[in-house]
């Protein structure tokens, strides 16, 4: 009843201070421009010089990019809509984020105009439990439905990516130009926050006049000097952020919110806003990319379809591919290129036979939940007039938990001694793989808890960085319009298991530092003290993390694991490109988000040169 009330009365304050585009005029020059003029008409078909399938993260960062050149047009298919009208203001919350990630696989938990509602194959690594995999089916992306949270890696994981491509302009130094692109910087609001403590921040590895708010809430929750006390005595120093490309320490997060109405940003409220002015730009929202279509082996179109009506858009230039680390892969597949076993058995002629699909990559997290001694997020959920209180700080001053996801502060590291010691060498060994400065675990901690919670909790999630699986992207069918299979394969290596089990013992040592919890441990209880008990307990507990990469990775073109090249093109054909998290070769540890985008940034910009 509390939260049917705060959505109804806020909604009023969304609609007025995030209104989509859609309910908007957009002016053109000093002219009225309605802003339908930027919508494709669906069953006309059209030509642009550029297709981009998929108005996610990276699509329309890379279509708004093309855009601002007057002389080339760019289209967008997005099979989802403006998640501001289909997902009432829950997307737009930051304290609502976890309802967009509800693991169960219960049709009734699924948001279906703004997921894809895919459910993953059994987990032998977790138990064989399957899972909800959210991935966001709407303008934005999963931009427009995640934590916001905005890390980028550390700069030996970028200089690794750059040795493994063959391509120098990958590494941190020559990357971080693309990741400042992007962002436009404000640094906390303490005042707002209501609190006398310094926050870090490295102002300088920041952008300033880029579309995407990066910021941070206006809200600092009480658990945070436990927190801090608790990593303290880890032994792990404070951090200025984590977008400098020192990742190892703790430090406080910064996320993507407007710092006026602290409502999430993301690339729809940040780039498509901004295409929307171009006279060039057309968005066909609400259909479906059903094939890419070809002459020969160049790309020339795309097959679309909306609402049972079928049309083509035709690609002057190029074909990009934008849909994500799941359905990227699956449309190059159904287009004819992907490994040849699968095409065939799908009855789809084969034009290149590349691993498409073969090497994603994801993170684990861990979830453990205990009531917590100071005030949390959790009783938005169950207490009353902590809701209303919430609402009313929200609406009236931006400020209060609303504004904030459920969490502040969090660390990584490597696994220190002696839970090092414990390792054998094998698993030494594959951990020796990553940079030196480069983590392996991560803590993040939220003040989230179950649903009606009429108390306070909080839920330590760490998380295995050092990802030695990968798992799969399939076909159910030749149908783009149906859902790949769903394989990433969490928590399945040796390696990763073992480090999963050292991880734990790590955690009781966090946990009981912080002095904020009371009572047992609510998701998976006390474990056995055994190896073998605790591996057994924390897969009961552990999951994906929609972190994915690598379903169409870069390299070189005699790397048997690559499909496209170091500026996204498709192996074996012309005309395609892929942007987007799947051609990430190798998986960051942190975040997603900024390497997306910045993803996006970088190969716009190849486009916009030619390469």
Known sequence: MALRWFLMWASILTAVLAAPPLLNQQQAGGNLRPVGTSFGVPGSSSKFDYVIIGGGTAGLTVAERLSEDPTISVAVIEAGGFYELDNGNVSQIPAFYAKNFNQTVAPETVQPLIDWAYVTEPQVGLANRQFHYSQGKTLGGSSGRNSNIFTRPNKGYHNRWAELVGD????????????????????PNTEKMGVNVEIPYDRAAYGSGGPLHVTYSNYYQPMNPGLIKGFEALNLSSQTGFSSGRMDGYGYLAVSIDPDTQIKDSSETAFLTQALNATNFRTYKNTIAKKILFEGTTATGVQVETAGLSYTLEAAKEVIVAAGVTRSPQMLMVSGIGPREILTQNNIPVIVDRPVGQNWQDHCAFEFQYEMNVEGNAALEGDKQFLYQATEDFLQTQTGPLTNWGGDILGFEKLPNPYREALEQSALDELAELPDDQPELEWLIASHGPQMAMTSYVTFTPAILAVTSKGTIGLTSADAADNPTIDPKTFSSPTEQALGVQMYKRLQEFVKATGLTKGPELKVGELGTS?????????????????????????????????????????????????????????????????????????????????
């Open 168 to 187: 120098r302009s990958w590494a941190w130094d020559n990357i971080l130009p693309f990741y400042r692109k992007s962002v436009a910087f404000t640094p």
């Open 531 to 611: 190896d073998a008990d605790i591996l057994e307990g924390i897969k009961q507990t552990g999951l994906p993390w929609y972190h994915g990469v690598a379903s169409c990775p870069m390299g070189k073109e005699n790397d048997p694991n690559a499909v496209v090249d170091t500026n996204g093109k498709v192996f074996g054909v012309r005309g395609l490109r892929v942007v987007d998290a799947s051609v990430i070769p190798l998986i960051a540890p942190g975040h997603s988000m900024a390497p997306v985008y910045v993803v996006a940034e970088k190969l716009a910009d190849a486009i916009l040169k030619g390469l």
